[in-house]
């Protein structure tokens, strides 16, 4: 992604194959600025769906393995 500073909180985004509002386990959050890329943004998650990983050139179980590791190296 781009160097852009974020101005907004950021959200725990989920990713996974449930649908809105169903439970979905922390292996499946990314995070997200909650305003621009999470939620309301004109390419933001929700209104994407989907199409949001091929828009923003991601590959998501890679960004999801990625994390995973960060986390468990911080966490010792």
């Known amino acids: 992604m781009n160097n852009v500073i974020q101005t907004s909180s950021t959200e725990a ?3 996974g194959e449930r649908g809105i509002s169903q439970k979905c386990p922390d ?3 990314i995070p997200l600025c909650g305003f621009e890329h999470h939620r309301e943004g004109k ?7 989907k199409l949001f990983w091929t828009h923003w050139g991601l590959d998501k179980e890679k960004l999801l393995a990625e994390l995973k590791q960060q986390f468990e190296k911080e966490q010792g």
């Open 13 to 15: 985004a989920h990713v």
């Open 27 to 29: 292996e499946e959050t």
């Open 43 to 49: 390419f933001s998650a929700h209104k994407l769906g």
